[in-house]
T-cell receptor, first 114, second 110 residues
Framework: KAGVTQTPRYLIKTRGQQVTLSCSPI?????VSWYQQTPGQGLQFLFE???????NKGNFPGRFSGRQFSNSRSEMNVSTLELGDSALYLC?????????????FGPGTRLTVL | QKEVEQDPGPLSVPEGAIVSLNCTYS??????FMWYRQYSRKGPELLMY????GNKEDGRFTAQVDKSSKYISLFIRDSQPSDSATYLC??????????FGQGTELSVKP
């Protein structure tokens, strides 16, 4: 069974640009969550999508947005990039997103903002 | 106050040692507690999951929840170099968000 895949794995952008990251969940999983991981703040929840609807959202500015497609694949977009957006962006999928479901993480996209 | 706090370490132990990793959490209403392991350049993977209080054992790993102290622990017996990784505790908060501790970097020396 294929795991969660994320593309691209590495990305370098400059301040002010925007970026789109992609996540393909495990087949049959309908919930996709996104996290930001930095050395200073650790792993922080961004948002969760289920059946194309955002079901939960963390405390991030509106520059961070996402969407989910009918095949459960998800994209995350960050507009007007800032230096502080440099981080590892992880997505995780689970069957239904319930608290008893295991979340399976992808390898992440390493974003560097110059 | 952070909802979950974890000593970031790093922690270095000799092979075969018993490792104790700990987190504290803020809200006594939290019910779902997890430990994840993250190897370098990989995403986290679920190691242990505990609902409510008590102990749960899986091979060399034991997860413990003390709700009276709002304290969760992960014990690793007979630690191996392959256990070298970052260990993250996590809880589901009242809003249904998965909140992670800072992570403890563990190094097991042969």
């Amino acid at each position: 069974k294929a795991g969660v895949t994320q593309t691209p794995r590495y990305l370098i952008k400059t301040r002010g640009q925007q970026v789109t990251l992609s996540c393909s969940p495990i087949s049959g999983h309908r919930s996709v969550s996104w996290y930001q991981q930095t050395p200073g703040q650790g792993l922080q929840f961004l948002f969760e999508y289920f059946s194309e609807t955002q079901r939960n959202k963390g405390n991030f500015p509106g520059r961070f947005s996402g969407r989910q497609f009918s095949n459960s694949r998800s994209e995350m977009n960050v507009s007007t990039l800032e230096l502080g957006d440099s981080a590892l962006y992880l997505c995780a999928s689970s069957r239904s997103g319930s608290r008893t479901d295991t979340q399976y993480f992808g390898p992440g996209t390493r974003l560097t903002v110059l | 106050q952070k909802e979950v706090e974890q000593d970031p370490g790093p922690l270095s132990v000799p092979e075969g040692a018993i490792v104790s990793l700990n987190c504290t959490y803020s809200n006594s209403a939290f019910q779902y507690f997890m430990w994840y392991r993250q190897y370098s350049r990989k995403g986290p993977e679920l190691l242990m999951y505990t609902y409510s209080s008590g102990n749960k054992e899986d091979g060399r790993f034991t997860a413990q929840v003390d709700k009276s102290s709002k304290y969760i622990s992960l014990f690793i017996r007979d630690s191996q170099p392959s256990d070298s990784a970052t260990y993250l505790c996590a809880i589901y908060n009242q809003g249904g968000k998965l909140i992670f501790g800072q992570g403890t970097e563990l190094s097991v020396k042969p």
